[in-house]
């Protein structure tokens, strides 16, 4: 079975702290696809980023940055230097290729950045 | 270019009536997506459309829920009879490809209340 764990529910820091996002996943499959999406107060999840089961090589996009390890099945996301703008809810998921593109989200980890 | 679009944005109904949401999805992506969402939680899947057929639709609650996508193109949710249960947000979202990991995009979503 596929399962996605965002293990924290709510976070809330300080503008310009740095901030970590946990997902840890679970699949039986050795081809799988996990993602990150934004969900910000509008409500229109946004595509954030993708990586495939066979790439490990760590991401760094502008103050955001995606750690995977297959090893301790997670796949964090840390961003840097937070901006009130960075406020949303952020859901980690998974597609396993088995599944035929189900995707299973994760509850999502709500972030909060006070200025 | 414009995005998924959906209507209405907001719906409120007494129970046992009917509700119908549309969708329309990016030109040109034959894949089209429904989630539900529940407060606090991550998407979840109900149906998912390859072109007009519905290759996956294990989730949806087929006593009282059905779903459409003539031509390839738009698609109609239904509920009939609604019950409080279905409160809830539904979201529309048209990928590029069907399985490989190809990335989603979401519509704003149709938030029912249903009283």
């Known amino acids: 079975a596929q399962k996605v764990t965002q293990a924290q529910t709510e976070i809330s820091v300080v503008e310009k702290e740095d901030v970590t996002l946990d997902c840890v996943y679970e699949?039986?499959?050795?081809?799988?696809?996990l993602f990150w999406y934004k969900q910000p107060p509008s409500g229109e999840l946004v595509f954030l980023i993708r990586?495939?089961?066979?790439?490990?090589q760590n991401e760094i996009s502008g103050r955001y940055s995606w750690n995977f390890q297959k090893s301790t099945s997670s796949f964090n996301f840390t961003i840097t230097a937070s901006q009130v703008v960075d406020s949303a809810v952020y859901f980690c998921?998974?597609?396993?290729?088995?599944?035929?593109?189900?995707?299973?989200f994760g509850s999502g980890t709500r972030l909060s950045i006070r200025p | 270019e414009a995005g998924v679009v959906q209507s209405p944005r907001y719906k409120i109904i007494e129970k046992k009536q009917p509700v119908a949401f549309w969708c329309n999805p990016i030109?040109?992506?034959?894949?089209l997506y429904w989630y539900l969402q529940n407060l606090g939680q991550g998407p979840e899947l109900l149906i998912r459309?390859?072109?007009?057929?519905?290759?996956?639709d294990s989730q949806l609650p087929k006593d009282r829920f059905s779903a459409e996508r003539l031509k390839g193109v738009d698609s109609t949710l239904k509920i009939q009879p609604a019950e409080l249960g279905d409160s809830a947000v539904y979201l529309c979202?048209?990928?590029?490809?069907?399985?490989?990991?190809?990335?989603?995009?979401f519509g704003p979503g149709t938030r029912l209340t249903v009283t």
């Open positions: 459309y390859e072109n007009e057929e519905a290759v996956d």
């Open positions: 030109s040109g992506h034959n894949t």
């Open positions: 998921a998974l597609e396993s290729y088995s599944s035929a593109s189900k995707i299973i």
């Open positions: 990586r495939n089961s066979f790439d490990e």
């Open positions: 699949t039986r499959d050795t081809t799988y696809y």
């Open positions: 979202a048209s990928s590029f490809g069907g399985s490989g990991g190809y990335e989603q995009y």
